[in-house]
């Protein structure tokens, strides 16, 4: 950033302070205002900041600076001579750039302070030193370092150390490495001081007088490598270790003269990091390794996934608070064991021989039931070796644990796993103690970040067998001495730990995906890590119901707060429902232009991008959620505060406001996070604390001041005696809303007050603090008490006991805002009396540069304006031009469109000129089938008379003939002599008597009875002939009228086609005519 940019923003700069005359916040450059800070991430960076007012500048910039960073406290008596040697390196480095990698510089710290690569002069290294704790205040700094147990390397050149944002990735090591190795120019002959144990500290020596120039503690090294064999690496190693407590990673890079050598001095550092658990005083130095040792130390980390109902088993949450797995009744479940060697040779896991589990506590190997084996084999990264076994729960051997338990009440599961080792003889078995609840099926667990592992170190204790006893000789082979877990051993100590560390690996530096245990000494000088502290989601079923009630009555009128929402949110909002009762105590239920302007500001570039970047990884690093370096969690982050400085042009991005981002996430998508920020900055008054030189924010620390002078005078006395002012202490509190190094509980119900009451809540919560602390606060003198504010007093509240005291002290606290704003005017008019007193010049000079920067910011706007509107102009012009060419393409789409419109028109007119010739077509041909059917059924009727006729013929034919011959018969039975020729019947008698006087009968009466029956037959045959005629006649008519009716019917449906078929085929012969 050069002088021209925006008064009012918050960055990080180098270490130098600018001594430019600015009442705002600006980014301080070494090289000075003219020259923009391309220092991307160096180690040698620290929040830059230059306030004027009040004489206080130089506190709240060091107080500020502890928002991202708290460098360690030095000796008050030295900070003035450390002040006054930084000036002087600043004024005789006028070129250093700050984007190199830096190399050795002397320096009165006990860290190795960096200056640039292109540095002239060969740094002195005879500089005094910070005396060692525990030496004597009269020892000279040139002391020779007092025997320790370790080894001590020489031949080393120190080449420089730079700052990483990832310590431990090799690439990027390896990648510092190279550029360290090629450019550096001036180097430093030391000697390296590894120690064998984890509690020593490695140590860099002057060669020729064997003293100290710089240490580092093993606890704060994080990671070993060295350079690739056959590149020109191949002698150098480097470390990293993390710098201002934890927050900043810095690689340190030296080169053997003896390449050999590098591979001892990597087994020094692996050695050296083999961590155990903390001990008390009583508690005995661990023995150091040596590279023959015959103990290897396992990591065994057990994991508990159950079914989630959708083909998956996700990871069962651990109490904190009981450090016991929560498990659901009658569900499946998975065991997972991770396996992973930390120190020694190598030993190869070949296979798992059994994976056991039994109910209970102490469980004899016969009690242990052997789980069904799902997989095995090494990790993804190839560090551990992972075991998985499916568990059935409904087993009558496991009914115990598939049974709620009492809340009072916790169980015990034992796991073990058998595994065969390729150098050792026979199965090795790690034993795991575990506590468990068994809760309701129906139950939501609502952990999203707790720990979800058990961790136990084991010690595997292994003689070597006797080559003569080896059954094959190329393989060494060990015996099984002993082994050991860690809890068994402090407990054969007799010293307990609250906590066990994962050792680490010398040449890996990751461990198991095991998260490690927060629960640290509140003595220790380490701050407590942003992000600190689980949350759970698990709230009382009667508090969800009134939540519940509350939250359906809001949605009915959301501009109306409920009655009881106050007293509620007193007592704190539960965690399952932050997200939602926070986006409407914002007002944020419609903030649908808002989502849409974050949706276009993420792709907007930020001027503060860089600061922006620097931050988030520094940003909540004991959370889970954010600590991975380019992780969901921190692209989120960036995402939201590159929106927030693009969006609020006045402000920008200002240091701290990444805490207040990252608790938003935690409870809400980005859109939505963004909406809360927006409105806490805006409506809740946030961005005027940064503001016209932090001129209200000075006015917050006076209001704090005059509040403890009226509710606890003894402790504002006590401050004044030791010259404590509020900005020394209290800018975190007001500039993050306590978001910065407080635990999460403690930082979410501060949310909840502030969304419900105001940003006045802020003077409640100080207030308790203070209250809570005064008497600790009491017996501190000024350098005590900045050190109780950064270190003791956040641990104070990691337990949720306590912290709901101080949120139930801080509701109970009555300010009113009339004495806030009776103090707000005594506070403007002290400054109004402050600006008569002082001189006119000064105080014209001093307006004179503020205008002359906002000046160059107007110009600095207006020429972007003028770029702006250039650039607008162009687009106009170009837009009109397509416009206009669009127009043409239009106008003539148009005319062709018309003549297409005027030939469709035609179409249309010969096409109903058609349609009236087929219509008359139609017509005549319709006039012709109903004239046909008119004679058709003419003709049918004629042959229905006909038949009729015919039927009453045969009819009358048939009844004369039964007549006729009923007379016939009647004379044959008149006649005796032809009764002896026919039966009743009327049939002809067989012959069987002939009569005398049978010839004598005439042969005349014979024929003619013949000749009369002869003409009967052939009648009634002709008869029986014209019926069956007649018949046939009648089916050929009926058949006729069928066939007519159809063609009839036919004829109205399918009119239209036959006459489009005419006209087809008249058109088809008039075509061949004209052919």
Same mark, same amino acid.
């Given at each position: ?891 003539? %789409? *148009?005319?062709? &469109? $018309?003549?297409? #419109?005027?030939? =469709? @028109?035609?179409?249309?007119?010969? +096409? !109903? ?105 052939? %009648? *009634?045959?002709? &008869? $029986?002939?014209? #019926?069956?005629? =007649? @018949?046939?006649?009648?089916?050929? +008519? !009926? ?37």
């Amino acid at each position: 950033m050069d002088d021209k940019a925006s008064v009012g923003k918050i960055s990080v700069s180098s270490d130098s302070v600018s001594t430019l005359n600015s009442e705002d916040f600006v980014l301080i450059s070494r090289q000075g205002d003219e020259t923009p800070s391309t220092n991307n991430g160096s180690d040698d960076e620290k929040t830059g900041l230059k306030i004027i007012g009040n004489g206080s500048e130089q506190q709240l910039r060091k107080e500020l600076e502890d928002v991202l960073m708290d460098p360690p406290v030095e000796d008050p008596s030295n900070d003035r001579e450390h002040e006054e040697e930084e000036e002087e390196e600043e004024e005789s480095s006028p070129d250093a750039e700050g984007d190199e990698p830096v190399l050795l510089e002397a320096s009165a710290s006990s860290t190795i302070n960096p200056v640039s690569v292109s540095g002239p002069q060969k740094p002195d290294m005879s500089l005094p030193v910070k005396p060692a704790q525990g030496d004597s205040e009269d020892s000279s700094p040139f002391t020779p370092v007092a025997d320790e147990d370790s080894v001590v390397f020489s031949k080393l050149t120190y080449l420089g150390c730079a700052s990483v944002n990832a310590p431990r990735s090799e690439v990027e090591a390896l990648k510092m490495m190279a550029i360290l190795r090629s450019q550096c120019q001036i180097s430093v002959d030391v000697t390296l001081s590894v120690p064998n144990v984890s509690e020593g500290t490695v140590r860099l020596l002057d060669p020729p007088t064997n003293t100290e120039i710089a240490n580092y503690p093993i606890y704060k090294i994080l990671f070993c490598v060295r350079g690739h064999d056959g590149t020109p690496e191949s002698d150098c190693f480097a470390f990293t270790e993390s710098h201002y407590n934890s927050e900043l990673f810095r690689i340190h890079v030296f080169r053997c003269e003896i390449q050999e050598a590098v591979s001892r001095i990597l087994y020094s550092f692996a050695t050296a990091f083999r961590r155990s658990a903390k001990q008390t005083p009583l508690a005995a130095p661990a023995a150091p390794q040596t590279p023959d040792s015959d103990i290897f130390t396992f990591s065994v980390s057990l994991e508990i996934k159950e079914d989630d109902g959708k083909g998956y088993f996700s990871a069962v949450p651990k109490d904190k608070d009981r450090q016991c797995f929560k498990l659901r009744q009658g569900i499946d479940k998975k065991i997972v064991i991770y396996v992973q060697q930390t120190t020694n040779k190598e030993l190869a896991i070949e296979r798992c021989f059994g994976l056991l589990l039994s109910p209970g506590k102490d469980v004899q190997s016969g009690d242990m039931h052997l789980l069904d084996l799902e997989s095995m084999g090494k990790s993804s990264d190839g560090k551990s070796y992972v075991i998985t076994g499916s568990w059935n729960t409904k087993s009558p051997h496991f009914q115990i644990v598939n049974e709620e338990t009492p809340k009072d009440k916790v169980l015990f599961l034992t796991t073990a796993v058998d595994l065969v080792i390729t150098e050792v003889q026979e199965p090795v078995r790690f034993l795991l103690e575990s506590k468990v609840r068994v809760c309701p099926p129906n139950e939501r667990l609502f952990w999203p970040f707790s720990k979800r592992s058990s961790t136990e170190n084991f010690f595997l204790k292994l003689k070597q067998i006797k080559q003569k006893d080896r059954k094959n000789s190329t393989d060494t082979l060990y015996e099984v001495v002993c082994l050991e877990s860690e809890s068994e051993r402090e407990r054969r100590k007799t010293t307990a730990s609250p906590a066990l560390r994962l050792p680490q690996s010398g040449s890996q530096g990751s461990m198991i995906p095991s998260p490690p245990e927060d629960d640290e000494e509140e003595d220790n000088d380490e701050p407590l890590l942003s992000g600190s502290g689980d949350v759970s989601k698990e709230c009382a079923e009667k508090i969800l119901e009134t939540w519940g009630d509350l939250l359906s009555k809001w949605h009915l009128n959301l501009s109306v707060r409920p009655k009881t929402l106050p007293t509620l949110v007193r007592s704190g909002v539960p965690e399952a429902l932050r997200g939602e009762v926070w986006q409407l105590l914002a007002g944020c239920h419609n903030n649908d232009h808002l989502v849409e302007k974050y949706r276009i500001l993420i792709t907007k570039e930020s001027p503060q991008d860089s600061a922006i970047t620097r931050d988030i990884n520094r940003t909540f690093p004991a959370h889970d959620y954010f600590k991975d370096t380019g992780g969901d969690g921190q692209d989120s982050l960036y995402k939201i505060c590159k929106a927030y400085s693009v969006y609020d042009e006045e402000i920008g991005y200002c240091q701290g406001q990444s805490f207040l981002a990252a608790v938003l996430l935690l409870h809400m998508p980005e859109e939505q996070a963004f909406s809360v920020l927006v409105k806490i900055m805006f409506d809740y008054g946030l961005r005027e604390l940064f503001k016209q030189n932090f001129e209200d924010l000075h006015c917050k620390f006076y209001q704090l001041e005059r509040l403890m002078q009226e509710y606890i005078p003894d402790l504002y006395s006590h401050f004044l005696d030791i010259s404590l002012e509020a900005h020394m202490y209290a800018s975190q509190w007001f500039l993050t809303l306590f978001t910065a190094k407080f635990p999460l509980y403690m930082v979410f119900h501060i949310i909840d007050l502030l969304l419900c009451e105001g940003i006045s809540v802020i003077f409640n919560v100080a207030l308790a603090l203070l209250k809570t602390t005064k008497d600790d606060l009491l017996l501190t003198d000024f350098e005590g008490a900045l050190k109780f504010f950064r270190v003791q007093l956040p641990k104070r509240y990691r337990s949720e006991e306590n912290a709901k005291k101080l949120m139930e002290l801080a509701c109970s606290m009555k300010i009113s805002q009339k004495k806030l704003k009776k103090y707000e005017r005594e506070y403007h008019t002290m400054r109004e009396q402050q600006a008569q007193q002082e001189d006119p010049i000064e105080r014209f000079e001093r307006e004179n540069r503020r205008l002359q920067e906002a000046n160059m910011r107007l110009e600095q706007e207006n020429d972007d304006l003028a770029h702006e509107l250039v650039t607008s102009k162009i687009a106009l012009r170009k837009d009109l031009d397509n416009a206009e060419e669009k127009a043409d393409a239009l106008n003539k %789409e *148009l005319l062709m &469109t $018309k003549q297409k #419109l005027i030939d =469709a @028109e035609d179409e249309k007119r010969r +096409l !109903e000129e058609e349609s009236a010739q087929l219509k008359e077509m139609c017509r005549r041909e319709l006039d012709k089938a109903e004239s046909e059917i008119k004679k058709n059924s003419s003709i049918i009727g004629d042959y229905k008379q006909i038949c009729s006729q015919l039927s009453e013929r045969l009819e009358k034919q048939q009844v004369a003939n039964k007549a006729e011959i009923e007379k016939i018969r009647q004379k044959v039975d008149d006649c005796e002599r032809c009764r002896e020729f026919f039966n009743k019947e009327g049939r002809v008698k067989a012959a069987s008597i002939v009569r005398e006087g049978s010839e004598e009968e005439t042969d005349e009466e014979k024929e003619a009875l013949k000749n009369q029956l002869r003409e009967m037959e052939l %009648e *009634l045959a002709q &008869t $029986k002939l014209q #019926l069956v005629e =007649a @018949e046939c006649k009648i089916q050929d +008519l !009926e058949h006729d009228l069928g066939q007519a009716l159809n063609e009839v019917q036919a004829s109205r449906k399918t009119w239209f086609n036959r006459t489009l078929s005419s006209i087809k085929t008249v058109t088809g012969v008039q075509g061949k005519e004209t052919c």
